[in-house]
């Protein structure tokens, strides 16, 4: 066995202590995982006097990052301190200029500088892992930079934020509308008191950029998502979808298509015998169809201190034995820039809810306007038949009526065009809602 | 870029063929994963005339598999012969003590001879690949050697045969008797012409045999595991299982256990609320859980050429980036000795079905024998509520009725003895059918 690997961690908050924990305890066995043992040799938080359940006696200290990653004593440096800027950033660079590997669960960081940080690396001939960085402890980074390689991948699609996975199961299963649910899991911490972040996409969309690098060969862009988070899902929403045989999922989606990458991350209808319909609370769900492999799906917890402390764990072992991956699976050089597909020539199918006044001729002219846009019908439900069951129309006029179509394959275009037709109508109430419906086989 | 890894690929059926065709036609995408490009050097089958859809003109060809391995210009023998002995376990043999890598599909090999090889490989400097010998295209074997290493795994368990989870989706979905199935599933080529080692569950267990090595870190016990095959489920069992919220699933099971590690290859009824009750088809899926990740599951293709050969790729891109993990995850002599847990202390519910001659007092006699062994009841069913509604009570005679029990946590030996008592009564028609149920949360 030749000298331990070094490690320095920097942030203690609960990933941290998780991770300094399995370093000390399990040296024993992790000595015989490959090349090097570990030896934590130093780490930096902000509070040096905080109790952390883990004994950090003969472990050298450094209040600031930066001096951290700079030590001439570390051979692996663990950015675990959050933030796309700031510590972070400059303490990740730090250490990459000095030829440190790196090892991070900051998605925010790669989904902003991801392109420029894995340069940086291969320019000191180092490298960052970042296994903890989406899906928590589900090993898919090292799926797609490893475990895929021969593949050409069509499609990657994944549940990947715990908390909006959380709210969307509770109002189904509760029958109790989004606010609710919302506060409900704030008081509970499974949401953050500003909820912005996961309710509205962004973290999902992060963790879809760096999938989308890694299945498709192209560099980093998060900017380029089509964005929609789950503020907007009603119950009616919710029940509809059961009537129909489907689930509302906050889905991350990248999809080859002719004209470039389609990214987008959006409320999204699956059919509930599809197995990532299943997939329930916090737990999140990463599937990809591929040409040789065809679909597969990998399931797990997410978030949490202990099962994101793991995937960081299990890059550290990578690097024990020696196993040096590029940080986005290619040489940065071979990554192609990334193309957008225009998201109005997306295609698939679509549920569309209405509210419109109970007039003589209302459906008719639906029906036209979404002919007209060569939109073809699977099936329309009026109100009466949506909720009937459970007797709660909701608070709703009398002379107000909810239709609800399921389109067949068409366009983002033909929807929105025929959208605006109906909504300009006259004889809608509010505006129209659009889920779109993802095709799995 | 240093020189490209030069491959040997000995068998070139369905997965040979393709892997061939990958790495030829994928070359210049897959020469920017890593340190070397791949170079396919030389092949051998037994027929060298045959039409593979490959062309392998300037490819050197060996008629023999060894000689193959010995050649001086290879870096990586890729061994795709199949069969535990022969051809397929003396040329990797001969390749190891040459210091070449070995990538290999081949779980019987493995399962048989797994702890000799890694010994061997370890003492010339090198190591055995082999991502592609369980669950086909899914990257577990990458999962539980690199991904988990941090986690003390608590059980491992997986549908790991296509074709008996194929059997048994069919016999649910058609309401027909395996048998019937059986043959059709063998003019449809997704059952083999002797299907025993499919439907006994021999394949399950060499699977499960390395699954329990890398998740334990124990040596290979492919001898140790309790086994039952797929060939006693009647529909009736299926119907049952239906009715009480269950399906019938062949599952591999690994369990920690206070009395070692607990192998377990046998028909089980799991939820249907359960994920992996929805695993349907020739789909596989592996399912751990741990003490770091709790539960996750990786669900893909666990068979096909294409799917295989993705997995044996993707070893060797492994060994293109100069990325080396031992054998079976740790160091030879870091293995510990296998420790089989008693069988009858295997804790679980079960579900028993009993046809019983339609007498007074049966019933009470039954219950009587399961309290005697200290098993307490979920619930009891008598046959006049089991397949009632479809009508087909199938050709049981009028005297004779079916009870099928459900326990609570309860004991094999517990259960064993009750069954004898109930067995010798005098009362019963024919053997009880015993099928343990699996926990999931």
């Not at 989406?134 to 050409?152: C, D, H, S, W, Y």
């Not at 199918?349 to 509210?355: D, T």
């Not at 068409?410 to 109430?429: L, P, S, W």
């Amino acid at each position: 066995m030749s000298d331990p690997l070094r490690l320095a961690v920097a942030g203690l908050g609960t990933v941290g202590a998780s991770l300094a924990r399995i370093i000390l305890e399990r040296s024993d066995t992790t000595a015989t995982l490959g090349k090097h043992s570990l030896k934590l040799q130093a780490v930096s938080a902000r509070d040096a006097t905080k109790d952390r359940g883990v004994d950090l006696a003969g472990i050298a200290w450094e209040n600031d990052p930066i001096a951290l990653a700079k030590r001439g004593d570390i051979d692996v440096f663990v950015e675990l301190i959050g933030g796309s800027d700031g510590p972070a950033l400059e303490s990740v660079e730090a250490a990459l200029r000095m030829g440190k590997s790196v090892v991070t669960a900051n998605k925010a960081l790669l989904a902003e500088h991801g392109n420029r940080l894995a340069r940086l690396a291969e320019e000191n001939g180092t490298e960052i892992a970042f296994e903890a960085a989406v899906a928590g402890g589900i090993p898919v980074i090292k799926t797609f930079r490893e475990g895929l390689t021969g593949n050409q991948i069509e499609r990657v699609f994944g549940i990947l934020n715990g908390t909006c996975n959380y709210i969307l199961t509770r109002m189904e299963d509760e029958g109790k509308p989004f606010e609710e649910i919302l506060k409900d899991a704030q008081d509970l911490g499974y949401a953050e008191a500003d909820p912005t972040f996961d309710i509205g996409g962004h973290d999902t969309a992060h963790k879809l950029a760096l999938l989308t690098c890694l299945a498709f060969g192209t560099e980093i862009s998060a900017d380029d998502i089509y964005l929609e988070g789950i503020e907007t899902v009603t119950l009616e929403d919710i029940r509809a979808a059961d009537e129909l045989g489907f689930r509302i999922k906050l889905l991350g989606v990248a999809q080859r298509t002719s004209t470039g990458v389609e990214q987008r991350v959006h409320p999204t209808m699956v059919p509930k015998s599809s197995p990532i319909a299943r997939v329930s609370g916090v737990t999140n769900a990463v599937a990809v169809d591929t040409d040789l492999l065809g679909q597969s799906m990998f399931i797990g917890p997410g978030a949490g201190g202990n099962a994101t402390a793991s995937a960081v764990f299990a890059d550290i072992t990578d690097l024990a034995r020696g196993d040096r991956v590029p940080t986005l699976g290619r040489n940065a050089e071979a990554l192609k820039p990334y193309t957008r597909a225009q998201m109005r020539a997306h295609e698939g199918g679509y549920y569309i809810r209405l509210a419109v006044k109970d007039e003589v001729g209302m459906f008719a002219r639906i029906a036209r306007a979404m002919a007209d846009a060569n939109i073809s019908l699977e099936s329309i439900v009026q109100e009466a038949s949506i909720g009937e069951r459970r007797g709660d129309r909701q608070s709703q006029p009398d002379d107000v009526k909810t239709i609800v179509l399921i389109t067949h394959q068409t366009t983002e275009a033909a929807i929105r065009k025929a959208v605006t037709v109906v909504e300009e109508d006259g004889g809608m109430v509010g505006a129209a809602q659009v889920i779109r419906i993802e095709r799995l086989d």
